[in-house]
């Protein structure tokens, strides 16, 4: 996939849960409406975690991928 | 919002295993846009002193696997099998369990409780002390953590009587 455009970038690498998503939500805060956060994370926990978050908190999931046990997300703040 | 999301959880175990649990579940809540209140209680008091000194008892977690935070990773996968005589009676035992596993948890790249306990207040996580036991297990105020309400069953049952998610850990 190509690099996708990001305003931050966040890494959680070598962090369990539930802090990924406690560090996502922070940095989540301090962005504006629309812009995107980049996260990426080795918990293999995360992928289900992100995704559960994402549908409770209404931010858009745009795109994950996988890459040598590192998980790569993007978010879009609602 | 009307629709926001409510947790109520009763922590009453203060142990390192048992303090995690309401710490981890209220702060996710917060960070999912939730409202989550901890009402501590019993043995969970302890959890909001100033300095957590929260051990683990492997003698009284016969279930708990008991494996070595360093070595190469056949030494580490190696589950100690461990008589009840000796955890039982031998002393500091249950400290070289607590640092074993406090260990492990830095190593997996846990947090520990004492940051999840602050991510809670920063997220808006409530606290609220249950003064009975204070008053029976000798706890002032001062030794615990700013930010914490205090009060009765009728204070937590105010606030869990609307909440979707009630958890007594």
Same mark, same amino acid.
């Given at each position: 996939?190509?690099?996708?455009?990001?305003?931050?970038?966040?890494?959680?690498?070598?962090?369990?849960?539930?802090? &990924?998503?406690?560090?996502?939500?922070? #940095?989540?805060?301090?962005?504006?409406? /629309?812009?995107? $956060?980049?996260?990426?994370?080795?918990? &293999?926990?995360?992928?289900?975690?992100? #995704?559960?978050?994402?549908?409770?908190? /209404?931010?858009? $999931?745009?795109?994950?991928?996988?890459?040598?046990?590192?998980?790569?997300?993007?978010?879009?703040?609602? | 919002?009307?629709?926001?999301?409510?947790?109520?959880?009763?922590?009453?175990?203060?142990?390192?295993?048992?303090?995690?649990?309401?710490?981890?579940?209220?702060?996710?809540?917060?960070?999912?846009?939730?409202?989550?209140?901890?009402?501590?209680?019993?043995?969970?008091?302890?959890?909001?002193?100033?300095?957590?000194?929260?051990?683990?008892?492997?003698?009284?977690?016969?279930?708990?696997?008991?494996?070595?935070?360093?070595?190469?990773?056949?030494?580490?996968?190696?589950?100690?099998?461990?008589?009840?005589?000796?955890?039982?009676?031998?002393?500091?035992?249950?400290?070289?369990?607590?640092?074993?596993?406090?260990?492990?948890?830095?190593?997996?790249?846990?947090?520990?409780?004492?940051?999840?306990?602050?991510?809670?207040?920063?997220?808006?996580?409530?606290?609220?002390?249950?003064?009975?036991?204070?008053?029976?297990?000798?706890?002032?105020?001062?030794?615990?953590?700013?930010?914490?309400?205090?009060?009765?069953?009728?204070?937590?049952?105010?606030?869990?009587?609307?909440?979707?998610?009630?958890?007594?850990?």
């Amino acid at each position: 996939m190509s690099e996708m455009v990001s305003n931050m970038e966040l890494n959680c690498e070598g962090l369990n849960c539930p802090l &990924p998503i406690l560090k996502t939500k922070k #940095a989540i805060d301090s962005l504006n409406s /629309g812009e995107i $956060l980049k996260m990426t994370a080795t918990d &293999p926990g995360s992928v289900n975690d992100m #995704a559960s978050w994402a549908n409770r908190t /209404g931010h858009e $999931l745009v795109a994950h991928t996988e890459e040598s046990s590192v998980h790569t997300f993007f978010i879009k703040k609602k | 919002m009307s629709d926001t999301k409510k947790l109520a959880i009763i922590a009453s175990q203060g142990t390192l295993d048992w303090g995690y649990p309401p710490f981890i579940l209220a702060s996710t809540a917060a960070a999912m846009d939730m409202e989550a209140v901890i009402f501590f209680t019993f043995y969970g008091l302890p959890l909001l002193k100033k300095e957590i000194d929260a051990k683990v008892s492997p003698h009284s977690n016969p279930a708990m696997p008991m494996k070595m935070p360093f070595g190469n990773k056949d030494f580490k996968s190696i589950n100690w099998q461990i008589p009840n005589v000796i955890s039982g009676n031998m002393p500091g035992f249950d400290s070289m369990a607590t640092m074993m596993m406090k260990e492990t948890f830095k190593q997996k790249g846990v947090a520990t409780i004492e940051q999840l306990r602050s991510m809670c207040q920063e997220f808006g996580v409530r606290f609220i002390a249950c003064q009975m036991t204070m008053e029976v297990f000798g706890f002032e105020k001062e030794e615990f953590i700013d930010g914490v309400e205090y009060g009765g069953a009728a204070t937590f049952l105010e606030y869990a009587a609307d909440a979707d998610i009630s958890l007594f850990i």
